[in-house]
């Protein structure tokens, strides 16, 4: 279990983006009652939050920086493999943040250390393990109690 965030010099809390993250996971619901589709009983979820690193180039715009063809192409594999579950860039061009499976801890470390943006240092990041809520089932045991 992870006690401390896995940190590469990210300063900030995950609470920031908790928010609007939640929101995307709590979108991919396919039917009212069903549990979230992107939970699953035997991988842990993970969070990651990625800020500008020491190769990002400033005046530059997201898109045009360095590996971030090939991290996108990257997402698009976790995603073909059934990892990823949400992710995408903030408004601010200030970084991103993704949800995602991992076997373990460890693999959770791995994929985000082999992400292109990681390696060539464009960007930094905090990986938190999370456990995301189904708001869907938590008002139906809600209301059932209201009965």
């Known amino acids: 279990m992870m006690r401390k965030p896995l940190r590469n010099g990210v300063g900030m809390s995950l609470a920031v983006v ?7 996971v709590l979108a991919a619901e396919t039917a009212p009652g069903d549990a979230l589709v992107t939970s699953s009983a035997t991988r842990p979820t993970y969070l990651v939050v990625y800020r500008r690193g020491p190769s990002w ?9 360095q590996s971030m063809r090939e991290h996108f192409r990257y997402y698009l594999e976790l995603h073909r493999k059934g990892l990823l579950i949400a992710g995408g860039g903030f408004t601010d061009e200030s970084g991103g943040a993704a949800v995602f499976e991992a076997t373990d801890d ?8 082999a ?25 139906k045991r809600e209301a059932a109690r209201d009965e």
């Open 18 to 24: 908790f928010g609007a993250l939640a929101v995307t």
């Open 57 to 65: 180039v400033e005046g530059k715009p997201m898109r045009e920086q």
């Open 106 to 113: 460890a693999a959770a470390n791995e994929i985000i250390r």
């Open 115 to 139: 992400d292109p943006a990681v390696e060539s240092k464009v960007f930094r990041f905090e990986l938190q393990r999370w456990k995301p809520n189904s708001w869907e089932e938590i008002s």
